[in-house]
């Protein structure tokens, strides 16, 4: 009987490449298919499908808004209860000249896609068929409507599949091909006090290279905001570039909100990359465009946000995220206070080595994940629940190692016990191991210094990152270079075991934060697998250190696999899932959640705003909930002053949060901005540190 109920799963899986597509439908011009990105679906999970067109060489359809003429394709779904399915991902289109005219579309071969989601009760082996009619307009020097009924069976999968590899390359093209949230703050002004003929969108993109620009062009979303066929002027100044644009049908009427896809040509080392962002300039007197606003990162020039970086770097190391590793630190340079001088300036050296090396490595992740389209900032890597699990094994096994459970030898230099080579491996890892744990925190004056790094060359924004690692090194590189420092230091005795000991539980408490944080990107199902894993290490590490020959410690190479499985389980669980949890407020103030819309309702409505961006992994943030944002004094002066108390919740990726980061030249949270409920007056951002006295300080001034 049990096999009888498993052959339908068994058959499930054996032809799932061929049952996650269907056969395409050929119209007179063009050829429509449903497609999906991997060959099946897990319950709860969201994946991309995707109308597959190929049209007649030199034949065309159309984007959202379609240009001088056309219509934009049209997509209307049929899908199980319980099942959902969003709105066209649109790719950036192309200009398509017919004189007179210009349109907006697509040639050849392309997807559209669509973010399809699972209900989580969906039951794994069962074959679900998704329906779609398509309609669009195929074009030369004639159009035909055309259209198209089409169907695609999808397995359930109990865990997501594997990347169907027929539709790869495509789904690899759309994604590179979607805009991404501009890291950018625009505006937009009228030649004739927001009624004239033309009008200028200026975005703020400060380090922009102008030489390597082949072109700039905004494809507006409103089809009646612009003149699709007129030339769009560029100027580019090393702060901004802005574009002169003729006004379409609305010419004449009030200068309103401008949204649309601003795309960059660049020409680098040969090649031509083409990357496009979404856009919404609001509406600016012609007088403002002439001057940078506030919080805009052109505000800071190469040279202030090297220096910011270097000062953010060195109070990063009074933040609570590094405090255990810089106490070990302190024992490594105890027991080398009376060193020959070289030993400790190696040590230190090396140290500072391998800062630099992680922020390298760490900067060059992010950037290059950047320009591939993602939308991520600083503490991208703990919106991932496969890292926070990792980081939380490795501050349980630094635990266990301090509090003697097993000995490696890491001598106070965390990883000099690597195949124990000496202090200066060591002491690289120590560094390493310092970047690692300081990425939840942010200190003071790095906020800007990264914003102006995501948004800058790769160069000058690698160099931001390394500044901010020497800042963080630097105490201990100047500590190693004169080392006679050292020898004020307390006398190595037993006092450091003692010492050493006690650091193990800051450890086991920073593992226990990341596995609540870990409930709050993958559920409670989630910290079961994480305390699990960190109970296989302790046992392997306790067996590893008993046994003698590979024999006696197969059980503890056993034990690290299971742990390596449990790290694989936690997977990120849909918004939807932990919206009612995160909705729960977690102080005296009355929060709602982050909507960018709300400010100017609220503004228009006479109220002031508070805006609130923080993230569960972010120890900056929950410091400052506790010292300052969830007292009844702050909570009554807020409703006092009928504040509208926002908060956005960054702790898994949110594009919307990541693109009002960017508006105000940051590329992580906190971010705290006050808003006074005149909408002519400027926001005020509050700084990354608070105290109860500087909010009731901003809230009094409103």
């Known amino acids: 009987m049990r096999k009888l109920r498993l052959l339908p799963l068994l058959l499930a899986l054996m032809l799932t490449p061929w049952l996650a597509s269907a056969q395409p439908v050929k ?70 000249p017919i004189p007179p005219l210009v349109n907006y579309g697509y040639e050849g071969e392309f997807l559209l896609p669509v973010a399809v989601t699972a ?49 790869a390359g495509l789904f690899t093209a759309a994604r590179q091909a979607q805009p991404t949230m501009s890291p950018w703050a625009a505006s937009v002004s009228s030649d004739k006090s927001g009624g004239g003929d033309r009008i200028s969108l200026r975005v703020e993109a400060p380090g922009l290279d102008a030489a390597r ?21 560029l100027r580019v100044d090393g702060k901004s570039l802005t574009l002169d644009i003729e006004r379409g049908i609305d010419k004449g009427k009030p200068l309103a909100p401008l949204d649309g896809v601003l795309v960059l040509t660049e020409k680098l080392d040969g090649t031509t990359a083409r990357q496009a962002f979404t856009v919404a300039a609001k509406p600016v007197a012609a007088s403002a465009l002439s001057q940078t606003p506030a919080v805009s990162t052109s505000s800071v020039t ?91 094994y490795l501050m349980a096994l630094i635990g266990f190692n301090l509090a003697g459970l097993f000995e490696i030898r890491f001598g106070g230099n965390l990883g000099s016990g690597l195949a124990e080579r000496g202090g200066s491996l060591g002491a690289f890892f120590t560094g390493a191991l310092a970047v690692v744990v300081a990425t939840p925190c942010t200190a003071p004056f790095m906020g800007a210094a ?23 090194a630097l105490p201990f590189l100047l500590f190693s270079l004169a080392p006679g420092l050292a020898r004020h230091l307390p006398r190595p005795g037993n006092w450091m075991t003692v010492f050493r000991q006690a650091l193990a539980f800051p450890m086991f408490a920073t593992a226990a934060w990341l596995l609540w944080v870990l409930t709050q990107q993958a559920g409670a199902d989630a910290m079961l697998a994480g305390l699990l894993g960190m109970l296989l290490l302790g046992f392997a590490a306790w ?62 409505e006479g109220r002031p705003v508070l805006v609130n961006l923080t993230a569960a992994w972010c120890v900056t943030c929950i410091v400052n909930e506790g010292a300052a944002l969830s007292s009844s004094t702050i909570a009554a002066k807020l409703a006092e002053r009928r504040v509208l108390a926002l908060k956005g919740d960054w702790t898994r990726r949110d594009p919307a949060i990541t693109q009002y980061l960017g508006q105000y030249g940051r590329s992580g949270v906190p971010l705290y901005v006050l808003y006074p409920a005149d909408p002519a007056a400027s926001p005020e951002v509050l700084p990354q540190l608070l105290t109860e006295g500087i909010v009731l300080d901003a809230l009094n001034r409103l």
Request: hydrophobic content about 55%; glycine content about 10%.
């Open 213 to 233: 620009l082949q072109e700039v062009y905004f494809f507006a979303a409103d089809g009646n905001a612009v003149q699709h066929a007129a030339a769009q002027g």
């Open 543 to 604: 067996a590893w250190g008993k046994g003698e020959g590979l024999l006696a410690r197969l059980p503890a190479a056993a034990a690290v696999a299971g742990a390596l499985a449990l790290l694989l389980l936690p997977q990120e669980q849909p918004a939807a899932a932990t919206e009612a949890k995160l909705a729960v407020p977690s102080s005296a103030i009355a929060w709602s959640r982050f909507d960018a819309a709300a400010i100017d309702t609220a503004r228009r």
């Open 119 to 167: 209900p989580r009760d969906a039951r794994p082996g069962e074959m679900v068929t998704l329906k779609a009619a398509a309609t669009w307009l195929t074009c030369e020097k004639i159009c035909v409507p055309e259209e198209a009924e089409l169907s695609l069976a999808l397995p359930v999968n109990a865990t997501p599949a594997a990347p169907d590899a027929r539709w």
């Open 302 to 392: 190469a040279i202030e946000a090297l220096l910011m970086a270097m000062l953010g770097g060195l109070l990063l190391n009074i933040m609570p995220c590094v405090f255990p590793i810089l106490f070990m630190k302190a024992l490594a340079f105890a027991r080398l206070g009376r060193a020959e001088r070289g030993a400790v300036r190696r040590e230190g050296l090396a140290y500072t080595a391998g800062v630099l090396a992680t922020f390298a490595l760490l900067a060059g992740s992010l950037l290059a994940l950047r320009a591939g389209g993602a939308v991520i900032g600083w503490g991208f890597q703990l919106q991932s629940p496969l890292v926070v699990l990792g980081l939380a």
């Open 27 to 96: 119209t007179e011009y063009s050829e429509a298919e449903l497609v999906a990105e991997r060959a099946g679906i897990a319950p709860g999970e969201t994946l991309w499908l995707a109308l597959r067109l190929k049209h007649r060489e030199h034949w065309h359809s159309y984007w959202r808004n379609p240009g001088d003429s056309g219509l934009a394709t049209e997509i209307a779904w049929e899908v199980p209860q319980g099942w959902q399915a969003g709105e066209i991902l649109w790719p950036a289109p192309q200009r398509i």
């Open 450 to 472: 990264l914003g102006y790094a995501v948004a800058a060359p790769p160069a000058q924004a690698m160099l931001v990152f390394l500044g901010l690692g020497l800042g963080m």
